[in-house]
Structures are given as C-alpha cells and as structure tokens.
Nanobody
Framework: QVQLVESGGGLVQAGGSLRLSCAASGRIFSNSAMGWFRQAPGKEREFVAA??????STRYQDSVKGRFTISKDKNTVYLQMNSLKPEDTAVYYCAARPGSNFYGSYDYWGQGTQVTVSS
C-alpha cells in the first residue's frame, strides 16, 4: 500500500510564497514520477506540475510557469510556490505513479492540503 501525506498549506497574501511537501511511503519506488494537482471550489481538478522519477524532467501548467518549482528528494516531492495569486487558491493534491515517466494516469493520491491566497 502506498501513502502520500501532504503538508505546508495555509493562508498567504497575494505575492507571498508557500512550500508544499509530500512524503511517500509504502510500495512506492524511488524512481516513480510524482505530481501536484489542485481543485478549486466548483471546478474540476487540474494538473499543476510533475517531475520524472529521476528528477531530471519537469512539466508545468502554463499558468504557474516561472512561479512554481517542483523538486524531488528520494520519496518526498516539493512544490515551491512564489508570487502567489488569489486564483491559486485550491486544495492541492500530491500524486504518484509507478513509472518514471510523468505522462499517464496517477494511481496514488494524498488527502490534499488547502492553499488560500488573499487579495
């Protein structure tokens, strides 16, 4: 069984920064691709960022490019979020998939952490 536990969410003013962490445990491989997704109230869950199993490749949603940075250290993935905007407000979910390629479906999900950006 795989467990993903997010932390680091909170309330921040526009222009501020937060760093989310996601610790993976269980039958997760160190070379598994991991990603961050988010869901705002009344909206569908959307992709935010992903990193390959080896950490050498990353991918971002256009709206967060240049502001968010995803990184990976063994079985922990981070999302550094700078220059936050009110539209970044959402529940952020960590996800993992067994392959090293970040394309494809994600099989494992965390419980989510709330990020609220005030204007």
């Amino acid at each position: 069984q795989v467990q993903l536990v997010e932390s680091g969410g909170g309330l921040v003013q526009a222009g501020g920064s937060l760093r989310l962490s996601c610790a993976a445990s269980g039958r997760i491989f160190s070379n598994s691709a991991m990603g961050w997704f988010r869901q705002a109230p009344g909206k569908e869950r959307e992709f935010v960022a992903a990193i390959s199993g080896g950490g050498g490749s990353t991918r971002y949603q256009d709206s967060v490019k240049g502001r968010f940075t995803i990184s990976k250290d063994k079985n922990t993935v981070y999302l550094q979020m700078n220059s936050l905007k009110p539209e970044d407000t959402a529940v952020y979910y960590c996800a993992a998939r067994p392959g090293s390629n970040f394309y494809g479906s994600y099989d494992y999900w965390g419980q989510g952490t709330q990020v609220t950006v005030s204007s």
